[in-house]
């Protein structure tokens, strides 16, 4: 008697292992929500309504970054710096990114894009630098003449190089070789190696380039 009495309060403190499965018609009742009486969308994974949250991803739901525009445009990083701003009420983080950008075809320009995010930072810098771009004189495939460019304490030496060589440089002055379509170039960074005044001075260098004329070249 005391098995049985224990038996039927299992029973009763469990209804939902005792309860038999629903039929059809059962569960399409049980999903009409009674106060508006529409039919509620369940998934069959989760047996939740669609729409509401659950631990588990369904398929779709990542976001999905939208495609870069195609420019036509080189456009690389050098550097980006952590800045910290010590101020009454706190301290104050920026980020600042020095870019290069070149159409590969003798035009190229830099620039220092400075925000509160990374992101926003690149692409300020960016925007700067395509409205910056400064056109470079060429011979073929390197540089008319031999020049050397300065700023602060950088000194930047650039001298033509023949077919193969390749672009013989350092990460920054590469960057504006690359973007403004330089493949044969032999360069040597003096004194400070700080990618700002690197940059700098390569730029005040290939602005004091003569253009020179292929014919007096070959005669």
């Known amino acids: 008697m005391e098995d049985k009495k224990l ?13 038999p499965a629903r039929t059809g018609k059962e569960a399409e009742m049980a999903s009409v929500d009674k106060v ?33 525009e195609s420019s036509g445009l080189i456009e690389s990083v050098i550097r980006i710096s952590r800045v910290a701003k010590v101020t009454k009420g706190g301290t104050k983080m920026s980020f600042s990114a020095l870019v290069v ?4 075809k003798g035009r190229v320009g830099y620039a220092l894009g400075k925000a509160a995010e990374v992101a926003i930072g690149i692409k300020k810098g960016m925007n700067a630098a395509k409205k910056r771009m400064i056109e470079i004189p060429r011979r073929e495939t390197t540089i008319p003449h031999q020049v050397q460019g300065k700023w602060c304490a950088t000194e930047v030496l650039l001298k033509p190089a023949s077919e193969g060589t390749g672009v013989i440089a350092s990460g ?40 020179v004329n292929i014919n007096q070249v070959t005669e």
């Open 36 to 68: 508006t009486g529409k039919k509620l969308a369940y998934s069959s994974d989760t047996q939740r309504p669609q729409g509401s949250s659950s631990q588990g991803h369904r398929k779709g739901s990542r976001h999905q970054k939208p495609e870069a």
């Open 7 to 19: 038996n039927q309060k299992s029973k009763t403190e469990n209804p939902a292992k005792s309860a």
């Open 172 to 211: 920054p002055v590469r960057a504006i070789c690359d973007g403004a379509g330089i493949k044969n170039i032999l360069t040597k960074v003096h004194r400070s190696s700080n990618p700002l005044n690197v940059v700098k001075a390569t730029f005040e260098g290939l602005s004091r380039l003569k253009k």
């Open 101 to 104: 950008v070149g159409d590969g």
